[in-house]
């Protein structure tokens, strides 16, 4: 096996355990996605009337549907469907080309691969300082002990706009100011609210005065901005109307787009609270928090208001707790602070000092994570009903210590029961980390 075959299999081991748990629930959020793809590979348009009974999250203009959701992850998965169609490969069901492949296909584009592809980002990071199992080692951990790892195998946004935003920072950081707009561009039409990232460093850009990179920079999210206009006057006839503007349910005529002054109860349950907490539901991204906040780069108000990820992210926590549904609605953990999260996992594990103290740390907080992510995965998976106030504690925790794990496709389809089920993946994932060390072992020189 040739060295860079050893480096590959890792990934595609992580790949596989990431897409262990098609998402084919279907909730509105999924559904709302999957109907836009179905209908695009139909009838070559974005009405979803044929499907608008499916899901609650979707939007009512001239006596017509459409999905509410930022466009990207659709049409991300749209153009593979609609060539799996013509080539024959799919059979339409009971609700059309609205089938559970085209959920899992979804969720494989949009969740699995994104999250493994984060990962690997990390690891590769991590490797600068650590010897590679080492760096494997420690995103694996972190990632499995965090909320987003409930969302692989999903097919929402939240992921496929994180895996743009990383590598939005990142391009930047290497001074490709055209490729982070570009990228930058990418999140934001998966995920509206992080227009606030684009816009923090475009205002960073201007006040330091970097001109040329800027232009770069603003250029490369022209066509983000092209593309929300178009779909803007698909579904309002108004390039300056989201399709948040004709929510048909669930929407909040009190407020614009569901906004209003900060929540101090939000803000606690965005960040540390059992119900959608932050620093409850990926516990490390406390400790990585703590210690970049200990750092000199951002021990002066300056050099804070300048950091790339500093403002966006707590305007981002601010936006959020001004929202109607701040909670995210059925959800494991906050589920629209993804983008944070993998944020804090993947720019600032490769910051920690692995010092005793910090090792040990590591491993109390991450067993924790650990135990309530693998055992939500296990048991409830990540919609949970909103009036449940403490998920692990009410839900995840006595169905683990009543021996009742929740099902899956792979179980059904096996006819495995719950319990076998649950050991197949926890065997899987205990094999996945036990090859994937020794390839990565051999690997290093």
């Known amino acids: 096996m040739t060295r860079a075959l050893r480096r590959i299999l890792p990934f595609l081991l992580v790949l596989a355990i990431f897409s262990w748990y098609p998402d084919l629930g279907r909730n509105a959020n999924t559904m709302s996605r999957a109907a836009t793809v179905a209908a695009i590979a139909e009838r070559g348009d974005l009405c979803i009337d044929a499907y608008q009974g499916e899901t609650a999250d979707k939007a009512l203009v001239n006596g017509h549907y459409y999905s509410e959701k930022a466009p990207l992850p659709a049409l991300v998965v749209a153009p593979v469907w609609v060539a799996a169609h013509r080539l024959g490969l799919v059979t339409p069901g009971d609700r059309g080309l609205l089938t559970d492949g085209l959920l899992a296909l979804g969720g494989f584009l949009c969740g699995s691969l994104p999250l493994a592809l984060i990962l690997l980002y990390t690891w590769r990071r991590l490797e600068e300082r650590h010897p590679p199992h080492r760096a494997y080692l420690i995103s694996m951990f972190a990632f499995l002990g965090a909320f987003p790892f409930l969302y692989a195998g999903s097919f929402q946004g939240h992921l496929l706009a994180a895996l743009f935003l990383l590598l939005a920072w990142e391009t930047r950081r290497r001074q490709r100011y055209l490729v982070s707009g570009l990228l930058a561009g990418a999140a934001v039409m998966c995920e509206y609210s992080l227009f606030l990232f684009p816009l923090a460093w475009t205002v960073q850009g201007a006040y330091r005065r970097q001109w040329p990179a800027l232009a770069r920079f603003i250029a490369g999210g022209l066509p983000a901005v092209a593309l929300l206009v178009a779909h803007n006057m698909a579904v309002s006839g108004s390039p300056f109307s989201l399709p948040y503007d004709h929510t048909a349910l669930h929407g909040d005529t009190s407020r614009y787009l569901g906004l209003a002054l900060p929540s101090p109860r939000a803000l606690w349950g965005l960040l540390f609270s059992g119900y959608r907490g932050l620093f409850v539901h990926a516990p490390i991204t406390l400790l990585i928090l703590y210690h970049m906040a200990a750092r000199p780069i951002v021990a002066d108000l300056r050099s804070i208001l300048l950091h790339p990820l500093v403002v966006p992210s707590a305007a981002l926590v601010?936006?959020?707790?001004?929202?109607?549904?701040?909670?995210?609605?059925?959800?494991?953990?906050?589920?629209?602070?993804?983008?944070?999260?993998?944020?804090?996992?993947?720019?600032?594990?490769p910051l920690l000092p692995w010092t005793s103290a910090v090792r040990r740390w590591f491993l109390g907080v991450g067993a924790m994570g650990i135990v309530m992510n693998i055992g939500a995965r296990l048991t409830s998976g990540y919609s949970l009903p909103t009036d449940v106030g403490r998920p692990f504690m009410d839900v995840v925790l006595p169905a683990l210590l009543s021996g009742q794990p929740g099902g899956g496709p792979w179980t059904d389809l096996l006819h495995l029961g719950p319990i076998a089920g649950a050991a197949g993946f926890i065997g899987a994932l205990c094999l996945t980390v036990r090859w994937s060390l020794r390839s990565l072992s051999t690997a290093h020189p």
């Open 318 to 349: 601010v936006l959020l707790s001004s929202h109607s549904m701040w909670w995210g609605g059925w959800a494991w953990g906050p589920r629209h602070l993804t983008s944070l999260a993998v944020l804090l996992l993947a720019t600032g594990l």
